[in-house]
């Protein structure tokens, strides 16, 4: 514990974070880390589907390096506790226990941008919608308890590793939401690998999800077939009232794109570009200066192929 209680300053980007972070910090998320021309991404391009889509991975190594080398950009408090002041809701303020993005929660520990922009754009519609579904959650799901504080019924979703992160910051966020978490109505916890089918209790539940998020996502090019062919199961389970789809990321390479471009189109889906630049400008991002966050910021909704625009 105490070792988790040493943090330091980073000179480049203002972030405060756990000392044991600092050498990951510097040299993968630090927002003001220049790009390498060295810099190489991973192969991600196993999975499933890798070879109905093996055009994803060729496509994306065939990036210009400076693309391919865009850095990833982690929120500015590397606290294990962050706190998050809603704009558009007054008086709502969460508190997430964020954990390490090197443990077993891997990314799913931290709170994202991409997650806050979601949690801002319900939060502008007032009071509840009928039922939401969070996919990939995480351990700080603003997004899903945003929605429940505002009186949507809400199912949280991630892989088995996350949910008890997941649930502690629910717990602890339980009394700013003002709402009991013990009606099973009204929110759920599941644990969804997008790699199988549709747990049992989500398809049972898709007809009435009215929305469905999901924020950040995208980095990594073995989550594009799966959340493609969930979003596909989805939509068809959903029956004649298909969901509203809202994909929020922060583009850290070009490839994320190729989710839009390739990986929807092969299952059937269409991904169309929402304008939340007015959105974005109204956001507060602490420490971060706005125009070194905004521009990679993006939400997109989905539906099928041949529905209109």
Avoid: K
């Avoid at 991404?41 to 999975?47: A, E, H, Q, T, V």
């Avoid at 603003?142 to 892989?159: H, K, R």
């Avoid at 690998?193 to 950040?216: C, E, K, Y």
């Avoid at 007015?278 to 991002?285: C, S, T």
């Amino acid at each position: 514990m105490a070792a988790q209680l040493q943090e330091y300053r980073c000179a480049a980007c203002g972030g405060v974070l756990p000392l044991s972070r600092r050498e990951h910090h510097e040299r993968y998320w630090c927002t003001a880390r220049a790009p390498s021309p060295d810099d190489e991404l991973s192969d991600d391009s196993d999975g499933d589907d890798a070879t109905s889509l093996n055009a994803l991975d060729a496509l994306r190594q065939a990036l210009p390096g400076e693309a391919r080398a865009r850095t990833a950009m982690l929120a500015p408090t590397f606290h294990n506790a962050t706190r998050y002041s809603f704009v558009h809701a007054p008086g709502l303020e969460f508190v997430f226990e964020q954990q390490s993005v090197f443990g077993d929660c891997d990314t799913g520990g931290a709170l994202w941008f991409s997650e806050i922009v979601v949690a801002e754009w319900l939060a502008r519609r007032g009071p509840g919608r009928g039922r939401l579904l969070e996919l990939g959650c995480g351990a700080a799901p603003a997004a899903g308890l945003a929605a429940f504080a505002a009186g949507w019924d809400v199912v949280f979703t991630d892989v088995v590793a996350v949910l008890p992160s997941t649930r502690r910051n629910i717990e602890v966020n339980a009394a700013a939401c003002g709402r009991p978490l013990n009606d099973p109505n009204a929110l759920d916890l599941l644990a969804f690998d997008w790699n199988g089918p549709l747990p049992d209790r989500v398809a049972l539940l898709a007809p009435s999800f009215a929305t469905i998020v999901v924020s950040d996502c995208l980095f990594r090019a073995t989550y594009h077939a799966p959340l493609a062919r969930t979003l596909a199961a989805l939509l068809a389970a959903a029956g004649p009232a298909p969901p509203e789809i809202l994909v929020a990321f922060q583009l850290r390479d070009d490839a994320d794109l190729l989710f839009f471009t390739h990986a929807l189109p092969y299952f059937g889906l269409r991904g169309d570009r929402i304008d939340i630049d007015a959105h974005l400008a109204g956001l507060r991002w602490h420490d971060v200066p706005s125009h070194a966050i905004r521009d990679h910021l993006f939400l997109y909704g989905v539906v099928a192929a041949g529905a209109p625009r």
